[in-house]
């Protein structure tokens, strides 16, 4: 048979901080109204990246109302007039 197992309850002041360690450091914060954040990278790559770093940048506008930002996938016809591939981060506000 098993043994029975004797839990030990101990009181914890803090629950330990979640670690987060972003695969993107975007610099979200110093950049200006009218600019853009290049991160070029191949069309796959690109969408498979592309939901993380629209909650980054979500998680970012939540933080600080006064800034507006909006994410694109820069991919076909759009990626020919830019001249890059990959995803934009625009700071519309």
Known sequence: MNK???PVVVKSE???KKRTSWKWNLPLESI???ELIKLEMP???ARDSGSTI???VHRFGKKNPSKKF???LVVREL???LEWEGIGIWRIR
């Open 14 to 16: 803090q629950p330990p």
């Open 32 to 34: 200006k109204k009218g």
């Open 79 to 81: 990626a020919e007039e």
């Open 43 to 45: 069309e796959d790559d």
């Open 4 to 6: 029975p197992i004797k």
């Open 70 to 72: 909006t994410v694109r």
């Open 54 to 56: 629209r909650t980054i």
